[in-house]
């Protein structure tokens, strides 16, 4: 299965950015135009349903956003969000409706589709995050390989050069990442597979398999 596909990772019905991805077989396409597109989408959305407390930045009127959360544009939190304490949006995030943004926790360059969580001191850069996809406390995307090559994924025999400098990780949808696990440069978790907490995951986790580590990864069981 090539799991690296657009429409196997995600349900596009489930975020505003659906349009960014018409065209595109891999979704580490839609990253350079990220910025752009919230730009874009911004000026569009309706003003009886999104606040514009900064320039470039939209908040939906049923999001929670803290005090301390700092918001840098372009970004659009969708409705029912939560963005919480000391929270640092460093701009091109687009985070879906009913998403979490917990305390301590960075993003850049993203998507959160609707219903995904990065609730404790999660970092999440240059990477897609699916519907209800959750990243458990501590877990982070690395997006820059130590030696500024560009990144490429491994699957099946196969080398994808995404011919990105800074690429994290795609999770698909309903994907559980464990607590304080690294997902390295050009991570692909399939939809509904399950990472073990304290993992370093490289390359491509098909779908609904368990990644307990590289040696031991195997099929989910029927819930």
Same mark, same amino acid.
């Given at each position: ?17 659906? !349009? ?22 911004? %000026? ?16 939906? %009127?049923?999001?929670?956003? @803290?005090?301390? @959360?700092?918001?840098?544009? !372009? ?11 000391? @929270? ?29 969580? /990065? !609730?404790?001191?999660?970092?999440? =850069? ?5 519907? %209800? ?5 501590? @877990? ?16 099946? =025999?196969?080398?994808?050069?995404? =011919?990105?400098?800074?690429? =994290? ?7 559980? /990442? ?46």
């Amino acid at each position: 299965m090539d799991v690296c596909r657009t429409e196997v990772l995600f349900d596009l019905s489930h975020t505003l950015a659906a !349009p960014l991805f018409e065209g595109k077989q891999r979704p580490w396409e839609v990253l350079d135009e990220l910025k752009g597109f919230i730009e874009k989408l911004g %000026k569009s959305l309706p003003a009886e349903e999104y606040d514009q407390p900064v320039p470039d930045v939209w908040v939906a %009127k049923t999001a929670k956003v @803290a005090p301390s @959360a700092s918001l840098t544009g !372009p970004c659009i939190i969708g409705p029912g969000a939560e963005v919480r304490h000391c @929270a640092f949006i460093r701009g091109s995030a687009l985070v879906g409706a009913g998403a979490v943004v917990g305390n301590s926790v960075e993003l850049k360059n993203c998507i959160l589709f609707d219903g995904a969580q /990065v !609730p404790h001191f999660n970092y999440v =850069g240059d990477s897609i995050l699916g519907y %209800k996809a959750h990243m458990g406390a501590g @877990a982070v995307t690395s997006n820059l390989k130590s030696d500024k090559s560009l990144v490429c994924i491994r699957q099946e =025999g196969e080398i994808l050069m995404t =011919g990105r400098k800074k690429l =994290g990780a795609l999770v698909g949808d309903e994907a559980e /990442v464990g607590c304080n696990s690294v997902l390295c440069p050009g991570s692909v978790l399939g939809r509904r597979c399950q990472i073990y907490p304290t993992s370093c995951v490289r390359g491509v986790v098909a779908p609904e398999h368990i990644y307990k580590d590289a040696q031991h990864i195997v099929p989910r069981t029927v819930d």
